[in-house]
């Protein structure tokens, strides 16, 4: 098949095209940052240039993994996020309407409140609490209204890339690199870990089922922030030589208000008896082994 890849540049993207072109698919990587040599310029918040490169591509899907996901930027600049995450995937879902293209979404566990203690499955109401997933949840809703050949995929809490992510397990790690003998950790905010790797090795597989609809693909367990780093500085070797202190969300204040819970269950992918998501501790152990040297 040939697919069309919005945000080609970005942590998830770089694992999944591999994939795609190990399984002999012809990939189009577009990306408003042209990283790599191979990605072609494309800004999702113009429509014309997205209809000009669908029609001139006319792929079998497009992936679109573009997204403005600095949670904080959001909140403080509501316009762009709804311009990138809402508009710019209503671009996308019109040009896949127009030209008879299926859609692969990647959505968030940040459409939900974080009221329940247990994970959020498919089946439950989406209520954000922050601009970020208000953007995200639209861009849903729009694809539910326009398109009957689609999936949406939420993830977690998106760990992969490495030195490309530069987020919470690159964080610590380089924390602890530089000699750090104390941490701070939030350890009143839950979620479920989604790596990049597992992310790229299984969605394929809900692909071809053909199946269309929601899902959740989140790496099986969940965790607070504090849970992780203490794996984290487990596997890097510092289990008695660094002391992980729990936090309150409070005492770290952020632009953008969190959900006290983004934890989730990939709820249909086990009734279908398809959920081959490892435990997260499993995947941060191999993630750390790879990468922690570079």
Not at 130 to 146: A, M, P, R, V, W
Request: net charge neutral; hydrophobic share 40%; with cysteine.
């Amino acid at each position: 098949m040939k697919m069309l890849i919005t945000g080609a540049a970005g942590m998830l993207a770089a694992e999944v095209i591999p994939k795609l072109l190990e399984y002999n698919h012809k990939v189009i990587q577009t990306d408003i940052n042209q990283r790599l040599p191979n990605i072609e310029a494309l800004n999702i918040a113009d429509s014309k240039e997205v209809f000009q490169k669908v029609e001139s591509e006319r792929p079998d899907y497009v992936f679109h993994f573009a997204a403005e996901t600095d949670v904080d930027l959001c909140e403080k600049k509501p316009e762009h996020a709804f311009k990138i995450n809402t508009l710019g995937t209503e671009n996308i879902v019109l040009a896949c309407k127009e030209f008879a293209v299926k859609l692969l979404y990647i959505s968030s566990g940040a459409v939900f409140s974080g009221e329940n203690l247990l994970p959020y499955t498919e089946f439950d109401i989406p209520k954000p609490v922050n601009i970020y997933g208000k953007s995200k949840l639209q861009g849903e809703l729009i694809i539910k209204d326009l398109l009957s050949e689609y999936f949406i995929i939420r993830a977690g809490w998106m760990v992969g890339g490495w030195e490309i992510d530069k987020k919470f397990v690159y964080k610590i790690i380089q924390q602890l690199k530089e000699g750090k003998k104390e941490l701070k950790v939030v350890a009143d905010k839950f979620g479920s870990p989604t790596f990049t790797k597992d992310f790229a090795t299984n969605f394929i597989n809900v692909i071809n089922t053909k199946r269309y609809g929601l899902y959740h693909l989140a790496n099986k367990g969940t965790c607070s922030r504090y849970d992780m780093a203490l794996k984290i500085v487990e596997f890097m070797g510092f289990k008695d030589k660094v002391k992980v202190n729990p936090i309150n969300s409070d005492q770290f204040p952020l632009p953008a208000p969190r959900a006290r819970s983004e934890m989730m269950c990939n709820y249909k992918l086990n009734l279908l008896e398809f959920n081959n998501m490892p435990r997260w501790e499993k995947s941060l152990e191999e993630y750390i082994e790879i990468n922690k040297d570079k």
